[in-house]
């Protein structure tokens, strides 16, 4: 349902008015809201019906100077609707002299705001509240419906809770099942017309969308992307639906950020993202990623996961820009062998490409701490290039030998990991333990009055603050051993890169980001009289490749 918020100038009131409103020209404000669970009723609680009714009071009761102020699509839990607000505006700058709705719940379903409003905000104000079946009128306090008011709004406050308990109900169930709880496809999908519960790809969306990707792992950023699009006049999501816009090839760095970061775009359904705290707060939180609900294979990729995994890498490191706004396709990558601390790119405006360098930033601002690891941008730009061109065509034809070794480390490393994640997972388990039992004796303590108020609330946040960092913890555990249990699959997925790679040539940004996940730098060594230095490759999913040990071994 379209969401509207307005006022509306009604018919002219008929010439006999009441004193009242002759000594006044003050507004009779008409308040109508509907929102989706109250559609569900019918034509009774409709816009248009409301509209009708209060109308014909209003003039059966000759009020004039009629406004109505309209909120189509607005829940009653709370009171953050534009017509609403715009009419209190109104009641504030003691513009009006009568408020008038349908019923009780049409103003609102939360009993204590209902009430402050209407006992309150209006009375201060001087402001006349009628809900006309509820037969409520402030005009006349000492009313029998209107002692019934407190209790007819805690019905309406409960029904919403009711309401909101079965919806919620019903969205969980949806999706356990694996069922799209949102109600349109991200941009790049389409509903299926035989299936509006399934997604089919919109190609000419789905295009963009892997261009968005590859723009990424080119080593552009979301702002850099959203300029390219708007200068090759590439229609932005809302303009692609047909919508109207003022500015439809505008893309917002938000918007692409968004698409940069659903994973729905690797073929599966993440439901339950975001929660709210209760029906009165409706703030859109984040659920963290370990309660998400993921169901792979519900719809047609427009990505590989791998290309979505490397791209969040991509998006987590902040790569630093020059003040000449040069950048290196290495930014993000490079690590000092030493100290593990980022190399920062230095060049300079007057500098042609083969002067730009890489340098260890720890010894760029405490030389005492760290020799200088410096390089030059070219030269690492050929040593890495070799490295990969070694790697890629030493797999690809050896690829039983490389998969039995490699293979064979990886579990050990594996196996190592999980023992000790394992380890500290059951320590983390038993302390969080304890920390209950630590709190029912604590409570106990405070019951029996064996300690202050003011100690157990001091304690208690000490032990929460614990309790919440050792969760915190054993998820981080519980997913490195879910990580490392999938170690297997690893070097069959690089095996698997590495055959799209054959016969690389030339060092381009997609390939080294698919394909490597960070360089380290040695100190360069100068004692024979020539320069020489080392790097250490460490590639996606099987790290540190003994690449000359591989070889010798295959030889021997």
């Not at 034809?397 to 594996?414: D, N, P, Q, V, Y």
């Not at 409570?443 to 029996?448: A, G, L, Q, S």
């Not at 490195?480 to 690389?504: M, S």
Request: net charge neutral; glycine share 4%; charged share 30%.
């Amino acid at each position: 349902m379209n969401k509207q918020a307005n006022s509306d100038k009604a018919v002219a009131p008929k010439k006999e008015v009441s004193k009242m409103s002759r000594a006044t020209d003050k507004i009779t404000a008409l308040y109508c809201r509907l929102s989706q669970e109250d559609s569900l009723d019918g034509e009774s609680n409709s816009i248009s019906n409301q509209k009708s009714i209060l109308q014909k009071y209003a003039q059966e009761h000759h009020f004039t100077n009629l406004v109505f102020f309209v909120d189509d699509g607005y829940s009653g839990t709370n009171f953050d609707r534009p017509g609403f607000q715009k009419m209190l505006e109104a009641v504030e700058n003691n513009q009006v002299a009568i408020v008038i709705t349908k019923d009780l719940s049409r103003f609102g379903r939360n009993s204590a705001l209902t009430g402050m409003y209407i006992n309150f905000v209006f009375a201060q104000h001087g402001v006349r509240y009628i809900a006309i079946n509820d037969n409520y009128d402030t005009i006349d306090p000492n009313s029998i419906d209107n002692d019934f008011a407190g209790i007819k709004n805690w019905f309406n406050e409960f029904f919403a809770r009711d309401t909101s308990r079965k919806i919620r109900a019903v969205m969980k169930s949806k999706g356990e099942r694996g069922e799209h709880l949102t109600a349109n496809p991200p941009y790049g999908y389409i509903k299926d017309p035989e299936n509006p519960k399934q997604w089919i790809i919109d190609e000419e969306a789905a295009r963009v969308v892997r261009r968005i990707f590859y723009l990424c792992m080119e080593g552009r950023g979301p702002t850099q992307i959203g300029n390219l699009l708007e200068q090759e006049h590439i229609p932005n999501p809302t303009a692609h639906q047909g919508k109207e816009t003022a500015y439809p090839y505008k893309w917002d760095t938000s918007t692409v950020v968004h698409i940069l970061e659903r994973r729905e775009y690797t073929g599966c359904t993440v439901n339950f993202k975001t929660y709210t705290n209760s029906i009165w707060d409706k703030k859109q939180r984040k659920t963290p990623e370990s309660d998400q609900t993921v169901f792979y294979n519900t719809q047609p990729a427009i990505v590989t996961e791998e290309v979505f995994e490397k791209v969040q890498q991509i998006r987590q490191q902040r790569h630093r820009r020059t003040s000449t706004g040069k950048s290196s396709i290495f930014s993000g990558l490079v690590f000092c062998a030493d100290c593990g601390a980022k190399m920062y790119y230095c060049t300079s405006v007057k500098f042609d490409k083969r002067r730009d360098f890489f340098v260890c930033s720890t010894h760029r601002h405490r030389k005492d701490q760290c020799s200088a690891h410096y390089i030059r941008a070219v030269v690492l730009e050929d040593m890495v290039l070799r490295h990969m061109q070694m790697v890629i065509s030493y797999v690809t034809t050896h690829e039983a030998h490389f998969r039995a070794i490699m293979g064979e480390r990886l579990k050990l490393a594996s196996d190592e990991a999980i023992r000790m994640g394992k380890k500290k997972l059951t320590k983390a388990e038993k302390r969080l333990g304890e920390l209950d039992r630590i709190f029912m004796r604590l409570y106990e303590d405070r019951v029996n009055g064996t300690i202050s108020d003011e100690r157990f609330a001091s304690m208690s946040r000490t032990y929460e603050d614990e309790q919440s960092q050792l969760k915190q913890e054993a998820g981080a555990l519980q997913q490195e051993i879910a990580q490392q249990e999938q170690k297997a699959t690893d070097v069959e997925r690089f095996i698997a890169q590495a055959h799209r790679y054959v016969g690389l040539e030339e060092l381009t940004p997609y390939a080294l980001h698919e394909l490597v996940k960070a360089i380290y730098i040695e100190a360069p060594d100068e004692s024979s009289g020539k320069r020489r230095q080392s790097i250490h490759i460490s590639y996606d999913f099987v790290g540190f490749i003994p690449i000359y040990e591989l070889m010798q071994e295959e030889m021997a």
